[in-house]
């Protein structure tokens, strides 16, 4: 083992992962906690660590980001990877909200309120499966986030959007349309993106 090696073992050794209280973690620890990897997100009071993003998750972020900036009216942003405050316990981190642009508090804001968001996106990825399949779409409908798109990629390489909306009645939600190659909506806004401009550089719609 060469000497870089070895100063490399060093550094990984000398950090002390962080030992979770046996409550589990809060929402509130999640910006306290020092030396977490990027886009750490709390679920059920256990911290997730996110695998290196994938080329297919990062330009889909892009494409849909700019679209969604695009067409988004006045009265809503956009931000992608910050975390929604569900409860003291979950802190997830969606690819991309939309959210009133009431819920702004400032530069050094880490996190909104669920009642501000209006659509968390979530992209998946190989070691994301269950969590955005399952686990977080149960706790975004539990929290009343009305609106919830699951992003998959296809063989191709293409992005494929499942549209989902909130049933109040049951807090769950209800598929409303799978989109291939265009995706067309007209709520939480009118929103049409062009899901094969996924590699396009300064590619809206």
Same mark, same amino acid.
């Given at each position: 083992m060469s000497a870089g090696s070895d100063e490399g073992l060093d550094d990984e050794l000398a950090y002390r992962w962080p030992i979770p209280p046996p409550e589990g973690w809060t929402a509130d620890d999640l910006d306290r906690i020092q030396g977490l990897p990027p886009h750490t997100e709390l679920i059920d009071g256990s911290l997730v660590f996110k695998s290196p993003q994938t080329a297919f998750h990062s330009r889909t972020l892009r494409l849909l980001? =700019?679209?969604?900036?695009?067409?988004? /009216? *006045?009265?809503?942003? +956009?931000?992608?990877?910050?975390? +929604?405050?569900?409860?003291?316990? =979950?802190?997830?981190?969606? !690819? #991309?909200?939309?959210f009133s642009v009431g819920a702004v508090?400032?530069?050094?804001?880490?996190?909104?309120?669920?009642?501000? #968001?209006? %659509?968390?996106?979530?992209?998946?990825?190989?070691?994301?499966?269950?969590?955005?399949?399952e686990v977080k779409p149960r706790k975004y409908a539990a929290a009343d986030v009305r609106h919830f798109w699951r992003v998959e990629q296809d063989d191709n !390489?293409?992005?494929?959007?499942? +549209?989902?909306? %909130? *049933? /109040?009645?049951?807090?769950?939600? !209800? %598929?409303? !349309? #799978?989109?291939?190659?265009?995706?067309?909506?007209?709520? /939480?806004?009118? #929103?049409? +993106?062009? %899901?094969?401009?996924? =590699?396009?550089?300064g590619a809206e719609s």
């Open positions: 980001d =700019n679209a969604l900036l695009a067409q988004a /009216p *006045d009265h809503l942003d +956009v931000d992608r990877e910050m975390t +929604v405050r569900l409860d003291a316990k =979950n802190r997830p981190e969606p !690819g #991309i909200v939309v508090t400032g530069p050094d804001q880490t996190w909104y309120e669920p009642e501000h #968001i209006v %659509l968390a996106v979530e992209v998946v990825s190989a070691d994301s499966r269950e969590r955005d399949r !390489g293409l992005p494929v959007v499942y +549209v989902y909306e %909130l *049933d /109040p009645a049951t807090k769950s939600y !209800g %598929l409303t !349309g #799978i989109f291939h190659d265009q995706l067309k909506v007209s709520v /939480p806004f009118d #929103i049409e +993106v062009d %899901l094969t401009a996924i =590699n396009r550089r």
